[in-house]
């Protein structure tokens, strides 16, 4: 497990989580979802709307599927706004993040 930090997100730490484009939209499909959601479903998906053709581009998959492994998830994890496994490769949107909103309007 990533280990993570234990406070309250300051308004910067948010805004640095908002700033990526990918970073949001994974946090837009997860705060929907009430169960995990595996890294494949959450790579098509981005991918989808980054091409806007179905399916989206192999190549456009597997750069939003690494970056998000490992760059975009562990980041999200670290700040406790996600748990992510990255053996099992699944995703869920933590409990205070959910109440918290994160400002995503």
């Keep these: 497990m990533i280990p993570r930090t ?3 997100l300051g308004e910067e730490e948010i805004h640095d989580i908002l700033s990526n484009e990918r970073r949001k939209r994974a946090l837009e499909l997860l705060k929907n979802r009430t169960d995990p959601v595996e890294l494949r ?14 399916p989206p581009p192999r190549s456009l998959r597997q750069s939003v599927y690494n970056s998000l492994h490992q760059n975009h998830l562990p980041k999200l ?7 992510y496994d990255p053996q099992r490769k699944v995703v869920s949107l933590r409990s205070k993040a959910r109440r918290g909103g994160l400002y995503m309007e």
């Design 6 to 8: 234990n406070y309250t």
């Design 41 to 54: 479903d959450l790579t098509d998906w981005i991918a989808g709307i980054e091409s806007d053709v179905s």
């Design 77 to 83: 994890d670290r700040h406790g706004v996600i748990d």
